[in-house]
T-cell receptor, first 110, second 112 residues
Framework: GNSVTQMEGPVTLSEEAFLTINCTYT??????LFWYVQYPGEGLQLLLK?????DKGSNKGFEATYRKETTSFHLEKGSVQVSDSAVYFC?????????FGKGTRLHILP | EAQVTQNPRYLITVTGKKLTVTCSQN?????MSWYRQDPGLGLRQIYY???????DKGDVPEGYKVSRKEKRNFPLILESPSPNQTSLYFC???????????FGDGTRLSIL
């Protein structure tokens, strides 16, 4: 079946540290991949996306590359800020169904 | 302003009393979907709709109904709510299932 596995949190980093949040997936077919961010008390917002193998999505300093050979879509940022504190969700879309990971809570300390 | 609007935002009710959560989008999107968010479980898709009059089950459809009579509206119906349906619910829309979802602000349901 289809599934998304992302690293459990919470993840706590100091400001300006390097961030990686791992995400791996299983899918029947050729999924589109997404990262969403949820700030406290709000709905989810799209952070970035990739629709085919080797695509790199990027936004606000975050990047993720669609790796078909390792079925991964890891989220990275070179220098995090306190304002990046939120919950991050990896998700896939295949055959009109959408599957989310369980989310990773990120805390950035000043 | 492009948006997905859910109502109500908060609701406390009792077991067995039918309720409807409305969802409306103003972006002319074909695809709409409902999710529930629970601690430790992330978001799980309840139902989705690819177009008017076309709906299908997500991963957790039990205890829920939906309808898609108009493109802009996609209500979620709980015919006989139970406490295990206490959750945070999100409606979302997109041009198609393969494109990013645009989410509403959520509806927090408490079933006593």
């Amino acid at each position: 079946g289809n599934s998304v596995t992302q690293m459990e949190g919470p993840v706590t980093l100091s400001e300006e540290a390097f961030l990686t949040i791992n995400c791996t997936y299983t899918a029947t077919g050729y999924p589109s991949l997404f990262w969403y961010v949820q700030y406290p008390g709000e709905g989810l917002q799209l952070l970035l996306k990739a629709t085919k193998a080797d695509d790199k999505g990027s936004n606000k300093g975050f990047e993720a590359t669609y790796r078909k050979e390792t079925t991964s879509f890891h989220l990275e940022k070179g220098s995090v800020q306190v304002s990046d504190s939120a919950v991050y969700f990896c998700a896939l879309s295949v055959w009109d169904k959408i599957i989310f990971g369980k989310g990773t809570r990120l805390h950035i300390l000043p | 302003e492009a948006q997905v609007t859910q109502n109500p935002r908060y609701l406390i009710t009792v077991t067995g009393k039918k309720l409807t959560v409305t969802c409306s989008q103003n972006m002319n999107h074909e695809y709409m979907s409902w999710y529930r968010q629970d601690p430790g479980l992330g978001l799980r898709q309840i139902y989705y709709s690819m177009n008017v009059e076309v709906t299908d089950k997500g991963d957790v459809p039990e205890g829920y109904k939906v309808s898609r009579k108009e493109k802009r509206n996609f209500p979620l119906i709980l015919e006989s709510p139970s406490p295990n349906q206490t959750s945070l619910y999100f409606c979302a829309s997109s041009p198609s299932g393969r494109q990013p979802q645009h989410f509403g602000d959520g509806t927090r349901l408490s079933i006593l």
